[in-house]
């Protein structure tokens, strides 16, 4: 008899505990942030791009090097960030990496119509390309000059880097923190300092040109679902409709790269957690198993 109510009572201990972990935690989350569907970074909206010539593109990239640096082909930006950020309220990225950022679908629309590809009102590219065939071959050029493989953390400072700092990496939109020694007798460290203000300077020129500074991206991958990252970060205006943040428009591998980062950054003990896991699984599982033996024992002869 005794053993029928203590199974009643697990029993209820586990549907009680089943209904909180799929039932009512799902339920508030769907509730704080509404499912999005994705479509696989594939821009579905975007025009396919005719096909381009990389020969052709280089004899055009000067449409683009008058405001972009290309610092792997040795082109230098006309101004330093901290000015650029004063003439366009951003410093535009370097686009040595471009080809293996961004789609190319993507890229095309950006030359011609840059709203409409990155779906924002106030986005400091102009137009920059009469044709889809001008805006393909300078596609194709960017892609011949990419490098095959980019580290994770490049893809996110070249893609993200010159809006959102990332403090656990030392990371701001001017680049990483200089490693500066500070004067032994004065313990004063004037080039950190200059470096810091002139982080401040941009940043107020940022935040002026957003509407408000975007977030560090420290914990972020903490803070957010997964599948609300991804939808996200391809097309914010899902999420926050008439958000400050452009469709960046980075192809689905270059996406995985920059979330394998923000998990690298962000949750760094995530492998040991993973590697842990099982062992404490175990040791519960073992755990319970002697705990039972020894009660059966103790109670053998009382009921
Ligand atoms: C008048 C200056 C100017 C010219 C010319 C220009 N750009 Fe830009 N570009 C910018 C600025 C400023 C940004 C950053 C805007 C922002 O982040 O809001 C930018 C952003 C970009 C980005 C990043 C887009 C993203 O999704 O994050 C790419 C790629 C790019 N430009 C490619 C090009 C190419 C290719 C050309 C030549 C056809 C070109 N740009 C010409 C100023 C310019
Ligand atoms: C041109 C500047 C710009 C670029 C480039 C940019 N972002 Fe943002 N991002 C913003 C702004 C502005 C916000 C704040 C949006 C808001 O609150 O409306 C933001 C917000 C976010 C958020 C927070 C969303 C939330 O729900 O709180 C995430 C996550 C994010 N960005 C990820 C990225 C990633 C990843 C990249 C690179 C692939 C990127 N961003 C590139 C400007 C940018």
Redesign the pocket.
């Known amino acids: 008899m005794k053993k029928m109510k203590e199974l009643k009572v697990l029993a209820v201990v586990v549907f009680f505990t089943l209904i909180t972990y799929w039932g009512v935690e799902p339920y508030a989350h769907s509730v704080m942030h509404k499912h999005v569907e994705g479509h696989d970074f594939k821009y579905p909206d975007l025009k396919p791009a005719p096909k381009g010539n990389p020969e052709k593109g280089k004899q055009l990239i000067a ?2 090097t ?3 640096s290309i610092e792997s082909q040795g082109i230098k930006a006309p101004m330093d960030a901290l000015a650029a950020s004063k003439a ?1 309220g ?1 410093n ?2 370097d ?1 040595s990496n ?1 080809g293996a950022l ?1 789609d190319e679908k993507f ?1 095309v629309d ?2 011609q119509n840059p709203n409409h590809a ?1 779906k924002v009102k106030k ?4 137009p ?2 009469g044709s889809a065939q001008d805006a393909a071959d ?1 596609a194709a050029y ?1 892609k011949s000059i990419a490098p095959k493989e980019i580290s994770n953390k490049e893809a996110f400072e070249s ?1 993200c880097g ?2 959102h700092a990332m403090r656990y990496a030392k990371w701001t939109q001017l680049g990483e923190i200089p490693k500066t020694k500070p004067n032994i007798k004065t313990k004063q460290d004037p080039e950190l300092m200059k470096f810091k203000l002139q982080v401040a300077e941009y940043q107020e020129n940022l935040a002026n040109y957003m509407g408000k500074l975007p977030p560090d991206l420290s914990t972020i991958i903490r803070a957010r679902s997964k599948q609300y990252l991804e939808t996200f970060v391809e097309d914010p205006q899902t999420q926050l409709p008439g958000t400050a943040m ?1 469709r ?2 980075v192809t689905k591998e270059a996406y995985e790269k920059i979330e394998q980062y923000l998990e690298a950054v962000g949750d760094s003990s995530k492998p040991d957690r993973e590697r842990i896991g099982p062992w404490v699984i175990g040791y519960f599982v073992i755990f319970t198993l002697l705990a039972y033996l020894w009660y059966k024992s103790n109670w053998r002869d009382i009921v």
């Open positions: 449409t683009c008058g405001c972009h366009y951003v535009p990225p686009l471009a961004y890229l950006l030359m990155t986005f400091a590219m102009p920059s390309v300078i960017l893609a010159r809006c452009p960046v428009g």
